[in-house]
């Protein structure tokens, strides 16, 4: 009697062999869903954050626009994304590094790019205007200082990382 308890009817053997196979296929499909999903997550950071931008002694006092590519990869995508900052020297020689990207709504900011205010940045969208270190002129459609680039010198060289904001920076 006991020992037919113990026995694993037709119907039972059946069941734990659909489930085992049916689990087994759908981790099958669902681990190459999770994978892709959180890849960039598992990429390796803070690799190549840092790129060459400028030679130390050719910054000046002016504010100049300088220009540079990173390999930018999304997921499975990889793209070349060129940078620019807004970098200048400070009379105690340390250096200031600016995104130009306009803190209303986006745009790009020049240095002295109206003839009004020619040591000022300033925003062609909608007239916004950043003192020389950055922070917004009060009155004016920005209302946040622009971003500072982390940075970085080595052997006369000036090396930019990413942009912060200021309340982070
Ligand atoms: S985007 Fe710069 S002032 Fe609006």
């Known amino acids: 009697m006991s020992e037919k308890r ?29 994978r892709f999903a959180i890849d960039p997550v598992l990429q390796p950071q803070g690799k190549g954050e840092f790129t060459a931008v400028a030679q130390v002694d050719e910054i000046t006092s002016e504010p100049q626009r300088v220009d540079w590519t990173i390999d930018q990869v999304d997921a499975w995508y990889e ?11 400070q009379e105690d020689g340390s250096i200031v ?24 940045f300033f925003c062609p969208c909608h007239d916004g205007r950043y003192y020389k270190d950055g922070e917004n ?33």
């Open 6 to 34: 113990n026995q694993v009817s037709r119907r039972q053997f059946l069941n734990y062999t659909l489930t085992g196979v049916g689990g087994f296929m759908a981790a099958g499909m669902l681990a190459p869903m999770v």
């Open 137 to 169: 002129v009060p009155g004016t459609p920005p209302n946040a200082a622009l971003d500072r680039f982390q940075q970085r010198i080595e052997d006369g060289t000036l090396y930019l990382g990413k942009a912060i904001p200021r309340e982070e920076a």
């Open 97 to 120: 590094a600016l995104s130009p990207v306009c803190k209303h709504l986006g745009c790009v900011v020049a240095w002295a790019g109206n003839d009004d205010y020619p040591d000022q």
């Open 79 to 89: 793209s070349e994304v060129t940078k620019s900052a807004w970098v200048y020297k």
